[in-house]
């Protein structure tokens, strides 16, 4: 498609329906076409676009320039009707010629890639950028709670939209696997510990650990006392690299590490690279701390604390050493954004972290602001709300382990209801948890990121209903519809040329060619939202109207070319679909 100065690229048929409509409103309204493009709007039901003339600012009355704009109006191959409704202006695309360019365009970006991965949707706008997004990051020996959760769902979208949109990604956990709760365990492991656990469960054993020894440190007097401590100096024994306490640390960390590396494969998430608190070097962090005394940033406490103070920009003031000269939590993500910045050279660094670190995300990048680093200001914080229902009372926590387990054990109970398709699937206990993934991912999504939720484990498991199963459901459909086709004799040509996309005239075909052309609108949307939501309920509206077409779009038992014209329909329907659930980092189901 050409392209016109000023204006996102074209990438997709929508854009060059956009850019039909735009020539039609720039000549009667006297604006530049690359100004019309802007300000269309994909429209609602019976318009495919609408256009508000409020929004170009002309002198004269609104409605006077709609009349113009439809007195002007020429119908063509790619626009068929202008209509006037006070100061908006209706386009409607000519359906044969949108069936066509987008069936064709999905078709050609599925399977006939340079890159032989499936591209629809995807853009090149982040060409020859770097980006760095931080996710999950769970605290080694604590709970994984539901915080780590969401980071590391929405986090894994993050990293699929920037690819999707041409980015160079890089994705980092940072484990929390530094600090005091480190001389807690090793204290702990000592008078609870069992090598046998931690070889075969880390977590829940370190965790377990954990849990006593903070008993212990809560006791009255000098019996509290003496554990906490026993482990700051444990802890400072690792700061100052002390060879027993940091090959001790070394192994928990390994251990947990593994069954984490489990979780995630399940989860169908990759890191790129699995930092943490621990890499990031003591000097960086004087380095860090001397420059900002230098530049007159720090103030010593009563307590011959180093502090910075913030109060100017309503943050507070913020520790960045103890008198003891050991590192905080904040000291290590400042110098660890240095190191990172010294490495990658990126050109954003997203946190994906829990809106109740909103005030230690916004500290540290004041901090850095303040230091004159000009990068600091490509650093994003992307939050998102609490999950209740979740989280439990100390000591009975559900770990990350449980919730996936328990997922795909009630899926695969109910799945076994079904016998006679129970039957047909090939692998019953690895299809059960895949949806029961897909379950906890969708709920987690469904929402704007800000909002908290209770985690519900009967409505999130149900095939009715928003839910993941119900996506995998609908996708699992239009592969079977495929496969029956396929063994009726019916399959799609090579050349897609000869499929009569002409035929495709009912209106739910015309609905869900529509949904397929926005796709690649809503990949770019995400990319500027950050909000996975837009792709999940963009994928329930596509499912919704595929499954309303099942009885006005039959396949099997029509004419051939009728048949195929449907079949082809559904195949790219499939392939939407798909390619939207990866996003998503679920994995698309064939059969269920
Ligand atoms: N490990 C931290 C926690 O569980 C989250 C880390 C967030 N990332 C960061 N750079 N501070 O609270």
């Not at 739910?508 to 950050?530: E, H, N, S």
């Amino acid at each position: 498609y050409p392209a016109i100065p000023g204006v996102e690229p074209q990438i997709c048929a929508l854009d060059a329906f956009r850019l039909a409509v735009a020539s039609k409103l720039a000549a009667p309204l006297g604006i530049p076409i690359e100004k019309a493009y802007e300000g269309i709007d994909i429209g609602k039901k019976e318009a495919d676009f609408t256009v508000a003339i409020p929004r170009f600012r002309l002198s004269g009355k609104p409605d006077e320039w709609a009349k113009k704009v439809v007195d002007a109006f020429q119908p063509d191959d790619m626009v068929e009707s202008a209509v006037q409704d006070k100061a908006f202006v209706s386009f409607m695309m000519r359906t044969p010629t949108l069936v066509r360019k987008v069936l064709d365009q999905i078709n050609d970006l599925t399977y006939h890639t340079p890159s032989k991965k499936a591209e629809y949707g995807c853009n090149h706008s982040g060409k020859g950028k770097k980006v760095i997004i931080e996710y999950s990051s769970p605290n080694i020996a604590k709970e994984f709670h539901a915080g780590h959760l969401r980071s590391t769902i929405i986090g894994a979208f993050l990293s699929n939209v920037h690819r999707a949109t041409g980015w160079d990604v890089t994705t980092i956990n940072y484990l929390g696997d530094w600090g005091k709760q480190f001389g807690m365990v090793a204290v702990g492991f000592d008078r609870y510990g069992s090598e046998e656990a931690l070889k075969t469960d880390a977590i829940h054993h370190l965790y377990d650990v954990y849990v006593k020894i903070n008993r212990d440190g809560e006791k009255e007097g000098e019996e509290g006392k003496a554990v906490h401590d026993a482990a700051r100096e444990f802890f400072k024994r690792m700061e100052d690299g002390d060879e027993a306490a940091v090959k001790q640390w070394k192994r928990f960390r390994d251990f947990s590490l593994e069954r984490y590396k489990q979780s995630y494969e399940r989860l169908n998430i990759e890191f790129d690279v699995y930092g943490g608190e621990s890499t990031v070097s003591q000097k960086a962090m004087q380095d860090a701390v001397e420059k900002m005394q230098t530049m007159g940033l720090v103030e010593t406490g009563e307590d011959g604390a180093k502090l910075v103070k913030l109060d100017k920009w309503k943050l507070g003031s913020t520790i960045l050493q103890k008198k003891d000269g050991t590192s905080l939590y904040i000291t290590r993500d400042i110098a660890g954004a240095i190191e990172r910045y010294d490495k990658y050279h990126f050109d954003k660094m997203i946190y994906v972290v829990a809106s109740q670190q909103d005030l230690h995300l916004a500290q540290f990048f004041k901090v850095l602001d303040l230091m004159g680093l000009p990068w600091a200001k490509t650093l994003e914080h992307v939050n998102f709300g609490m999950v209740a229902g979740m989280s439990s009372r100390k000591g009975t926590a559900v770990s990350l382990d449980h919730i996936l387990n328990e997922a795909g054990e009630v899926m695969h109970e109910q799945m076994r209801k079904n016998e006679a398709k129970y039957a047909n699937v090939e692998n019953p206990e690895k299809t059960a948890d895949e949806i029961g993934m897909s379950a906890v991912k969708i709920q987690d999504m469904a929402a704007k990121r800000i909002n908290n939720y209770t985690f519900n484990w009967s409505r999130m498991l149900s095939f009715e209903g928003d839910t993941g199963p119900y996506l995998q459901y609908a996708h699992a459909r239009l592969c079977s519809v495929q496969r029956r086709a396929a063994d009726a004799g019916l399959t799609i040509p090579t050349d897609v040329s000869t499929v009569k996309t002409e035929l495709l005239v009912e209106a739910g075909a015309r609905a869900i060619v529509a949904l397929l052309a926005a796709y690649p609108d809503v990949v770019r949307t995400a990319l500027k939202t950050y909000e996975p939501s837009g792709v999940v309920t963009y994928l329930f509206k596509l499912s919704h109207a595929i499954s309303g077409a099942w009885e006005t779009l039959v396949v099997l038992g029509q004419e051939k070319e009728l048949a195929l014209a449907r079949l082809w329909l559904f195949v790219c329907a499939r392939d939407v679909l798909g390619t939207g659930l990866r996003l998503l980092s679920l994995r698309p189901l064939e059969k269920m």
